[in-house]
């Protein structure tokens, strides 16, 4: 049965110069489960809220062609009846969840239905154990963190069985248990209901294995569809930042591109590595060769900056100082355990924990919005502070009355064709950028920030993007204090990584060190090609990023083909 059907959908946002969707024809099947992949901007949340109806009938601008949604054509039929058939999840589940316990959330939409309450509890029952959240059921939903309020936000749109749901970037604020989860419970649910999933997603290697399609986007327009494995070859030749860093890997050493840590591994084995035996390995015959890393070598685990250096060794003053923080809710739990943290002038950091393991908590007191119960924060300057949702610090119909103008701001954070979009209209990668431009302010409201504090600044954020962000960060002078759920990223950008659990450091070292011999703090390079043989005299734990992982898998073939000579 078709449950969605597209025919010439071009849809354009009021002030904007070209339209977000243009020409957009795509028939999906109930039961499908299919991923959207393509730039930031490229047309993906559009054309989410196509088949939600919320464009054109909530955000105005103007529509053309047809669109069929559960057998109801959305020019006809608004948000409202389509939410009988169509669950959606958006970016922000900070501006969801409006009730005050997760208990509430999840019961609103069965009670508005008329459900009785019996069976309004075990829905709410059935759909907090499939989520994990029932020990935050009866938990006020103002203490709960991002990622907490993401899988609720979740609930709330699944607990009522839609036979479609959209997803718009739905593992962005999770821990990556709790993403690679979350993918495994859609799929089950697809598999055990027939649900019809439509995901949004910039982490393609945490969905590709579980998706039946993918439909790729660029600049509005469709120029992908078909099966994951196809897409793969494609994204190599056409659109290479879409490829998962294990495909990268692979290709570079001239195998096919395949989805996931355990078809890249049979992948590897296929060609005559091998993982684990200690016996050594010959090489087959037609192995294909390796062709030369393309990528340059990642800066993440070079040394510290010589000014970062300097400053540790010279005794100056760090730019940001925690002594033994606490921070103990009368009522309720601890969010911050004893931290001892000081972070250099010029240090890039990232924060890595699983949910509610306290990274907001801690880059809130760095930035004075919270004050410990013991112990004392110390800093070096002003610290600039970009919370999760980037939303907080809209408050202007334009970006350019966000901005006041400013032209460096817009060369720096690539937002000149927005000057006259409003806000609320961006992709999330955008609007994202845009906080970050508000949050860093200009060389007229005074000295840059000592430290820069992000939590989670590539939500919604592209690969290209994302390395935009790294190279514009390295360009600052202060220390930056990254929180993130994204291991790439940590390995890319950090020059250390400190890792919380229940509130309390549990590690703090190098990338290599923290992440590469970990199965979920890891990168998905690192786990691919963790323990293979002929690898103890190579440092095989600095291998967290594709081009690192095609020199040690080079290193590794070399050392196979002497062990058979």
């Excluded at 957009?24 to 559009?46: C, D, N, Q, W």
């Excluded at 970016?91 to 609103?108: C, N, S, W, Y």
Aim: charged share 20%; net charge negative.
């Amino acid at each position: 049965m078709t449950l969605v059907e597209l025919a010439g959908v071009t849809y354009t946002y009021p002030g904007a110069q070209e339209a977000a969707l243009k020409d957009v024809g795509v028939t999906i099947l109930a039961g499908e489960m299919v991923v959207l992949a393509g730039l930031s901007g490229s047309g993906k949340s559009t054309l989410l809220r196509v088949i939600n109806g919320l464009a054109p009938h909530f955000h105005g601008g103007s529509f053309a062609g047809e669109a069929h949604v559960a057998g109801l054509d959305t020019r006809a039929n608004g948000p409202a009846e389509l939410a009988a058939h169509v669950g959606t999840l958006f970016q922000d589940p900070e501006t969801e969840v409006i009730l005050g316990t997760p208990r509430a959330e999840l019961a609103f939409p069965l009670e508005n239905r008329g459900w009785g309450s019996g069976a309004v509890a075990r829905a709410v029952e059935e759909t907090a154990l499939a989520l994990g959240i029932e020990a935050l059921l009866d938990r006020r939903s103002d203490t709960l963190s991002g990622g907490e309020l993401q899988r609720v936000a979740l609930g709330a749109t699944l607990v009522g069985r839609p036979a479609l749901v959209c997803l718009d970037e739905p593992t962005s604020q999770l821990d990556p248990v709790a993403g690679d989860e979350l993918i495994g419970l859609l799929r089950r649910l697809n598999e055990d209901t027939d649900l019809t999933v439509i995901l949004a997603e910039h982490r393609l290697e945490r969905c590709l294995m579980a998706a039946d399609r993918v439909i790729g986007l660029d600049r509005g327009r469709i120029s992908f569809d078909g099966p994951p494995a196809e897409f793969l070859e494609w994204a190599l030749t056409h659109a290479p930042r879409l490829v998962t860093p294990g495909a990268q890997m692979l290709a570079g050493v001239g195998l096919d591109p395949v989805a996931g840590v355990k078809a890249g591994r049979a992948s590897l084995r296929a060609a005559g590595y091998r993982f684990g035996s200690k016996s050594g390995a010959s090489e087959p015959a037609d192995a294909p060769r390796a062709r030369e890393p393309t990528e340059a070598p990642s800066t993440a685990q070079a040394p510290r900056t010589a000014r970062s250096r300097r400053s540790r060794d010279s005794g100056d003053a760090p730019a940001l100082r925690f002594v033994n923080v606490w921070h103990e809710l009368k009522a309720g739990p601890v969010l911050l355990r004893n931290v001892d943290l000081q972070i250099a002038p010029g240090e890039r950091v990232a924060l890595m924990g699983r949910n509610g393991a306290g990274k907001s908590t801690l880059l809130r007191h760095a930035a004075g919005l919270m004050d410990p119960t013991r112990g004392k924060v110390q800093v070096a300057g002003r610290v600039a502070l970009l919370l999760q949702n980037p939303g907080d610090y809209l408050v202007h119909d334009t970006v350019d009355a966000e901005l006041r103008g400013r032209a460096a701001s817009y060369e720096h954070f690539g937002l000149a064709q927005l000057a006259k979009r409003h806000p609320r209209d961006l992709s999330g990668g955008e609007r994202q950028r845009l906080a970050l431009a508000i949050v860093l302010g200009h060389e007229d409201d005074g000295p840059p920030p000592a430290v820069i504090c992000l939590d989670e600044p590539t939500r919604g954020m592209d690969r290209a993007a994302r390395d935009e962000l790294c190279v514009l960060l390295r360009s600052y002078e202060g220390a930056v204090l990254l929180a993130t759920h994204d291991p790439e990223l940590a390995a890319e950008f950090a020059q250390r990584v400190v890792l919380l659990a229940e509130g309390a450091v549990i590690a703090d070292g190098t990338p290599a060190a923290v992440l590469g011999g970990g199965i979920y703090f890891s990168t998905e390079t690192a786990r691919i090609r963790a323990g293979l043989d002929a690898l103890d005299h190579l440092a095989a734990n600095a291998a967290l990023l594709p081009a690192q992982g095609v020199a040690v898998l080079k290193d590794a073939r070399a050392a196979i083909r002497q062990v058979g000579t």
